[in-house]
């Protein structure tokens, strides 16, 4: 059972576009919703994350949106650059714990 | 200020042999994470340990696995008898508060002949 499920599976967008990545979760006792970037033989690297108290979170040309009611997020890429090309996970965790629970990720191409 | 640190980045080990995995967290982390990531698939949780105590272990398989993080020294997971299925990449990542964000290593990539 997919307790957090990202789709979709692999992207490719031209660049200077918007790439836009979206997860749905179950659980809702979670509580924080972070993305991950990871480059080929690279651990994941944090992007951005959210706390369901509010609806956008928004740095530089990443955004993630929250919607508590149906229970998705969603990351946009602005101005997307070739560089921007890598695999990308959504996560959540609760609680007292914060083991992270993963997508199956996004494979984003950029195309110059 | 390193980030975490995970060696061997490459190990191979035959069937049957063990295989010791570590990670140093972050300077003043004492949160340690063990993730595994299978070929084309997100990460599982294995194991959370906060110095020289296993918080959760409901993602360890039941035999072989063993994780521990002393008062001196890296975390240490630990492998026994290795089965091909062990082959993944393991990741580590720490944090310096229980709600702080995971900050994670370059992994091992293990691969079981």
């Known amino acids: 059972q997919q307790q957090v499920k990202q789709s979709p599976q692999s992207l490719i967008v031209q660049k200077g576009g918007i790439s836009i990545i979206n997860c749905a979760y179950e659980n809702t006792a979670f509580d924080y919703f972070p993305w991950y970037q990871q480059f080929p033989g690279k651990g994941p690297a944090l992007l951005i994350a959210?706390?369901?108290d509010v609806s956008e979170k928004k740095e530089g040309r990443f955004t993630i949106s929250f919607n508590k009611s149906a229970k998705q997020f969603s990351l946009h890429i602005m101005d997307s650059q070739p560089g921007d090309s890598a695999t990308y996970f959504c996560a959540a965790s609760r609680g007292n714990n914060r083991k992270l629970i993963w997508g199956l990720g996004t494979s984003l191409a950029v195309n110059p | 200020n390193a980030g975490v640190m995970q060696n061997p980045r490459h190990l191979v080990r035959r069937r049957g042999q063990e295989a010791r995995l570590r990670c140093s967290p972050m300077?003043?982390?004492?949160?340690v994470y063990w993730y595994r990531q299978l070929p084309e698939e997100g990460l599982k949780f294995m194991v959370y340990?906060?110095?020289?105590?296993?918080?959760?272990e409901s993602g360890m398989p039941k035999e072989r696995f063993s994780a521990e993080f002393p008062k001196e020294g890296p975390s240490i997971l630990r492998i026994q008898q290795v089965v091909r299925g062990d082959s993944a990449a393991y990741f580590c990542?720490?944090?310096?508060?229980?709600?702080?964000?995971?900050?994670f290593g370059d992994g091992t990539r293990l691969s079981i002949l």
């Open positions: 990542a720490s944090s310096p508060e229980l709600k702080e964000p995971q900050h």
């Open positions: 300077k003043g982390h004492s949160h």
């Open positions: 340990l906060q110095k020289e105590n296993i918080i959760d």
């Open positions: 959210i706390r369901p």
